[in-house]
T-cell receptor, first 113, second 117 residues
């Protein structure tokens, strides 16, 4: 079973609309959770990093939330743009995994005009 | 991607040849990580290195794969006697300190796409 599960697997929305991507994780004890954006054929780019004590963090139109009790995180994208089309990856680190980041499979977002 | 440089970006090798992938971390970063991404899958950890030391290679296959990060020069991921299953994107990342647990930003390169024919 994957330690980091993301949903939906893919999503299509109209330009200007909002959307929310979900991430559930099982790794414990938890150190931090990151959201990355990966354009096709490119490397991942960091959007947010949250420790277990943080509930929300924003980066422009991106807002990440974290509930460490239920082990859930979400990434909310406001007023989507065509350039938001990418894979959004939830990444968790925990002491039991040492220096490794555990990656989810990602949610592929496509923004249509 | 804040300066992590990987080359080559694309590499084609015949089965049995060697593939050598290079990574120059962000200036001032002494921690380097290698990840592999198969088509339609998430990134998988391979190896974590500091200058001249392999800290964690638990994600790297024991045979045919090796990695180094010398005192001078880039980090190298070497795959000997490549097979079709090695075809993947290989991403290098770097951080200033121990990135994964410390919460420091880990910067990724643009990746090296290996195709084995």
């Amino acid at each position: 079973k994957n330690q980091v599960e993301q949903s939906p697997q893919s999503l299509i929305i109209l330009e200007g609309k909002n959307c929310t991507l979900q991430c559930n994780y099982t790794v414990s004890p938890f150190s931090n959770l990151r959201w990355y954006k990966q354009d096709t054929g490119r490397g991942p780019v960091s959007l947010t990093i949250m420790t277990f004590s943080e509930n929300t963090k924003s980066n422009g139109r991106y807002t990440a939330t974290l509930d460490a009790d239920t082990k859930q995180s979400s990434l909310h994208i406001t007023a989507s743009q065509l350039s938001d089309s990418a894979s959004y990856i939830c990444v968790v680190s925990a002491r039991e995994y040492g220096n490794k980041l555990v990656f989810g499979a990602g949610t592929i977002l496509r923004v249509k005009s | 991607n804040a300066g992590v440089m990987q080359n080559p970006r694309h590499l084609v090798r015949r089965r049995g040849q060697e593939a050598r992938l290079r990574c120059s971390p962000v200036k001032g970063h002494s921690h380097v990580y290698w990840y592999r991404q198969l088509p339609e899958e998430g990134l998988k950890f391979m190896v974590y290195l500091q200058k001249e030391n392999i800290i964690d290679e638990s994600g790297m296959p024991k045979e045919r794969f090796s990695a180094e990060f010398p005192k001078e020069g880039p980090s190298i991921l070497r795959i000997q006697q490549v097979v079709r299953g090695d075809s993947a994107a290989y991403f290098c990342a770097s951080s200033r300190e121990t990135g994964a647990l410390s919460g420091n930003t880990i910067y990724f390169g643009e990746g090296s796409w290996l195709t084995v024919v």
